[in-house]
Nanobody, 123 residues
């Protein structure tokens, strides 16, 4: 099993920046891709960003490309999401997730999930 714990969410204004943290524990060696996904009220969970273990493969949703940056520190078992130029439509619960084998945009393909951290962007 892999345990994921997110932190760093909060209430910010449009245009602000925020950094999310994901601490991983357990059988980390059995996972490859780490991703961030989000779910806004009344909407389906959607992909935000993902990165493979080596960092060679990185994917972003079009809606966040150029504003968000995913990174990871394998030695510390940490994954980060740096968010800049935040917009009200970025308001959602942000989840850290892990896939055992490959980097993917599909929320249904992730094997492990954290509990989520709320990000609220006011206009």
């Amino acid at each position: 099993q892999v345990q994921l714990v997110e932190s760093g969410g909060g209430l910010v204004q449009a245009g602000d920046s925020l950094r999310l943290f994901c601490a991983a524990s357990g059988r980390i060696y059995a996972t490859d891709a780490m991703g961030w996904l989000r779910q806004a009220p009344g909407k389906e969970r959607e992909f935000v960003a993902a990165m493979g273990r080596s960092g060679a493969v990185t994917l972003y949703a079009d809606s966040v490309k150029g504003r968000f940056t995913i990174s990871r520190d394998n030695a510390k078992n940490m994954v980060y999401l740096q968010m800049a130029s935040l917009k009200p439509e970025d308001t959602a619960v942000y989840y850290c997730a892990a896939n055992r084998e490959y980097v993917t945009r599909s929320p249904g393909a992730y094997d492990y999930w954290g509990q989520g951290t709320q990000v609220t962007v006011s206009s």
